[in-house]
């Protein structure tokens, strides 16, 4: 029952949605990207400023399913190498337990202060949190920014809320990964 619920998700939220061409599929990333990003810059003042200066910043479109004890995320994202002018396209897969139920879309952008902390991203691609979560949006789409934390050493990243509507307390592990077929 538990893999039937989670294949669900996946298979809901399109992560096996491979019909598109890879032209599009870029181009639906960079869209996301771009979208995340104004509303980034609009309620976070200085926050093109520091992107800017950054080594290197990656953007992920997320759907966060959370069903009892059972908790999903997955995306894709571009990540913007600074040092190199590269974009590098990503996916990214969480799962975890905890108490809760919803579903949430939201936009990850991870900032990386450090070439350290970029070329750990690059190379690992590893996080786990502990994550507490209460997020209520109404039926309107209504928008929301949640604050920005530090994911790792010298990485800032925010985390902005599109639609849905979760209560959570979930511990996840979240892996990144270059995508193969679209890079």
């Not at 399109?14 to 598109?20: A, H, N, V």
Request: net charge negative.
């Amino acid at each position: 029952m538990l893999c039937l619920v989670a294949s669900a998700s996946l298979v809901h939220a399109g992560l096996f949605d491979r019909d598109k061409g890879v032209d599009a599929q870029r181009a639906e990333i960079q869209e996301a990207r771009e979208e995340a990003l104004t509303k980034l810059y609009a309620e976070k003042s200085g926050s093109g400023k520091m992107l800017a200066e950054s080594k290197g910043y990656a953007v992920f479109s997320n759907i966060g399913v959370n069903l009892f004890l059972i908790s999903t995320q997955h995306g894709s994202g571009v990540l913007r190498d600074n040092r190199s002018a590269e974009d590098v396209y990503l996916k990214m897969l969480s799962g975890g337990g905890g108490i809760g139920l919803g579903v949430k879309n939201f936009a990850a952008i991870f900032v990386f202060h450090t070439d350290a902390a970029l070329d750990l991203f690059l190379s690992e691609g590893w996080d786990f949190s502990a994550q507490a979560d209460a997020n209520m949006e109404t039926d309107t789409q209504g928008d929301g920014m949640e604050t920005a934390y530090t994911a790792m050493p010298g990485t800032t990243l925010y985390q902005l809320t599109d639609a849905g509507v979760a209560a959570q307390v979930t511990l996840q592990g979240t892996k990144f990964w270059r995508d193969e077929d679209l890079n």
